[in-house]
């Protein structure tokens, strides 16, 4: 898998990263799944934007956790953005499926390697994991899955097999700090590489025939 490094700030940060990176994907009608406050419509006001989230400030409110099926027809959404969301649903297959259902085009997905948070905490035998700890009262944002980058790739390529989609784009980010990159000179086996420092697995999925 190939390696970008890539550093953001926040959920602007990553609207940011997805507006200059995927722009050859975010054309037409584009549904922004965990859209916030809507920052790609600000970033791109050219499309036919819909935003949909739990809070913030969506175009549609929407509990995904609780939804079964999305509210649009099949294949109503020339591209679909869904990045760092899925891993915060127990439903994660089911709504992914409907991502599927809803997108007539090209499909953007960004999953966390929830491995890479491990790293510090298990060295130096103390500390708690971002999103997987125990605090004393019950938190408002939390992951219910728990998978490296491995299984990222391994999910995406069977659904695009079985869903009659192509992988037309799949990659790893890493943090754009000079020590990273040295790591992966000492560690010249690229898939221990990115199971261990990557933070990110972004896939694109293109239905067969869109283009």
């Not at 899925?86 to 007539?104: D, T």
């Not at 997905?109 to 999103?131: A, D, E, H, K, Q």
């Not at 019950?138 to 728990?146: A, C, S, T, Y």
């Amino acid at each position: 898998m190939q390696i970008e490094y890539v550093t953001f700030k926040g959920r602007d940060g990553r609207a940011d990263y997805v507006a200059r990176r995927f722009t050859s994907c975010l054309r037409g009608r584009v549904l922004d799944v965990g859209c916030d406050t809507r920052r790609l419509r600000t970033l791109l006001p050219d499309i036919d934007y819909t935003g949909i989230d739990i809070g913030g400030e969506p175009d549609i409110t929407i509990d995904l956790e609780a939804c079964e099926r999305l509210p649009f027809d099949d294949d109503s959404f020339d591209c679909v953005v869904c990045t760092d969301v899925l891993e915060h649903l127990e439903n994660l297959h089911a709504m992914f499926a409907e991502l599927v259902r809803v997108s007539r085009g090209d499909l953007v997905i960004s999953l966390p390697n929830c491995w890479s948070s491990l790293r510090t905490p298990l060295f130096r035998g103390r500390g708690t994991v971002r999103y997987y700890g125990l605090p004393p009262e019950p938190p408002e944002d939390r992951h219910k899955w728990f998978f490296n980058a491995d299984d990222v790739t391994r999910f995406m390529n069977h659904h695009a097999q079985a869903m009659n989609y192509t992988v037309a784009l799949q990659y790893a980010t890493v943090n754009t700090k000079l020590m990273m990159r040295l790591r992966r000179l000492w560690n010249p086996a690229a898939d221990r590489y990115i199971n261990r420092f990557a933070h990110s697995v972004w896939t694109v999925l293109r239905k067969e025939g869109s283009r």
